[in-house]
């Protein structure tokens, strides 16, 4: 059984760090790409960044780049996304998102087969 299990979520000042990650199960996790997406409330889920298999490429959406980094650790099984200099706007629940069918990374959240709970990130003024 497929599980992601997110954590690390929690309320941060503007301008702060805070680092989520996610934890994979029931799959061979260094076989398939990862991703993060976030979902405001009132708003459609949009992607964040994504890792292929080996983690030597990475994709950003521009909104997060240069803020935000992507890694895998492929022997825990876990996904991390630091987040630096975080923004208000970056208030929403993050999940993570297993693409089972490639070892590529995608921006496409209809390109993930598994999603995880998701972990809320608040980011006050």
């Known amino acids: 059984q497929v599980r992601l299990v997110e954590s690390g979520g929690g309320l941060v000042q503007a301008g702060g760090s805070l680092r989520v990650s996610c934890v994979a199960s029931?799959?061979?996790?260094?076989?398939?790409?990862m991703g993060w997406f976030r979902q405001a409330p009132g708003k459609e889920r949009e992607f964040v960044a994504t890792?292929?298999?080996?983690?030597?490429?990475?994709e950003y959406a521009d909104c997060v780049k240069d803020r935000f980094t992507i890694s895998r650790d492929n022997a825990k099984n876990t996904v991390y996304l630091q987040m630096n200099s975080l923004k208000p706007e970056d208030t929403a629940v993050y999940y993570c998102?297993?693409?089972?069918?490639?070892?590529?990374?995608?921006?496409?959240?209809?390109?993930?087969?598994?999603w995880g709970q998701g972990t809320q990130v608040t980011v006050s003024h």
């Open positions: 998102a297993a693409r089972l069918r490639s070892v590529y990374g995608s921006g496409n959240g209809n390109e993930y087969d598994h």
């Open positions: 029931g799959f061979t996790f260094s076989s398939v790409a």
């Open positions: 890792i292929m298999w080996s983690g030597r490429v990475v």
